[in-house]
């Protein structure tokens, strides 16, 4: 059985597993979730809890949030 690099991909939720590379925008959406925007846009909407944004933030790099702008202290 083969497994997709932690460093590249997440498992977001039990229907998303998204390149870091595709994450443009990450939200915060209510007291317990965020909402991961990706490109290409998928015809749902991507929420996380709160609880597994750790991951999230472990499994991005310094490189990506500077590129994408992304300030994980604010979720």
């Known amino acids: 059985m083969k497994h997709l690099d932690g460093k590249i991909f997440y498992l977001a939720n039990r229907q998303f597993i998204i ?3 595709a994450i443009k925008t990450i939200y915060n959406d209510g007291k317990n979730q965020l909402k991961i925007v990706v ?9 996380i809890s709160k609880t597994r944004c750790r ?10 949030l ?6 994980l202290t604010d979720l």
Do not use: A, F
């Open 39 to 47: 490109s290409p846009e998928p015809d749902e909407v991507i929420l």
């Open 19 to 21: 390149s870091h590379n």
């Open 55 to 64: 991951n999230l933030k472990n499994g991005l790099t310094g490189n990506l």
């Open 66 to 71: 500077v590129k994408k702008h992304i300030n």
